[in-house]
Structures are given as structure tokens and as C-alpha cells.
């Protein structure tokens, strides 16, 4: 779902989590992925736990620079739980 605004991983959790509910999550980003430092992602990732899946705002530049993380256009992505 393609979200019209601005924001940031951490400020969209807390719009899903308003919206939603849920449980407010967060995932390390130096560990998964290859990073082996905060160099490339050091923020990790905030998320909503919501029953099986993990509701999310992410980007859709994977590759964006570090600084450019703190304020991204990006959709509300939602995953299920295995």
C-alpha cells in the first residue's frame, strides 16, 4: 500500500501501530543482511507485530544512503509470520 507522505520506519510503526494496534517491534539491521557494522544500516528497522504478520513502512530504494533513511517516501508493507 503506497503511502502519500514522507516519514521514516520508526514514525510509520507508530502511525500502523495507532491504527492497527499491535505490538511496536524492532529488528537490528547490522546482523541481518551482511552489514557488519553501522556503516550502510545502522538504524535496524521498527515494526508492528500484529497476531501473524509484521506490518511495516518501508522504502522503495534498498539501496538509499544511510542519511536518506531518515526520511523516505515508502509503503506500508505487510508479511505473515510462519
Same mark, same amino acid.
Given at each position: %500500500?503506497?503511502? +502519500?507522505? &514522507?516519514? @521514516? ?8 501501530? =495507532?491504527?492497527?494496534? $499491535?505490538?511496536? !517491534?524492532? =529488528?537490528? $539491521?547490522? &546482523? ?5 557494522? *553501522?556503516?550502510?544500516?545502522? #538504524?535496524?528497522? *521498527?515494526?508492528? &507485530?500484529?497476531? @501473524? /504478520? ?5 522504502? *522503495?530504494?534498498? !539501496? %538509499? +544512503? %544511510?542519511?536518506?533513511?531518515? #526520511? *523516505? =517516501?515508502?509503503?506500508?508493507?505487510? /508479511? =505473515?509470520?510462519?
Amino acid at each position: %500500500m503506497k503511502v +502519500p507522505v &514522507r516519514s @521514516n520506519c520508526l514514525l510509520g510503526a507508530i502511525a500502523i501501530k =495507532r491504527h492497527v494496534g $499491535g505490538k511496536l !517491534d524492532w =529488528r537490528p $539491521g547490522w &546482523r541481518r543482511g551482511g552489514w557488519k557494522g *553501522f556503516v550502510g544500516n545502522p #538504524w535496524g528497522h *521498527f515494526r508492528v &507485530r500484529l497476531g @501473524n /504478520t509484521i506490518w511495516s513502512y518501508s522504502t *522503495f530504494d534498498k !539501496d %538509499m +544512503p %544511510m542519511w536518506n533513511q531518515l #526520511w *523516505f =517516501r515508502g509503503y506500508v508493507k505487510i /508479511t =505473515r509470520v510462519k
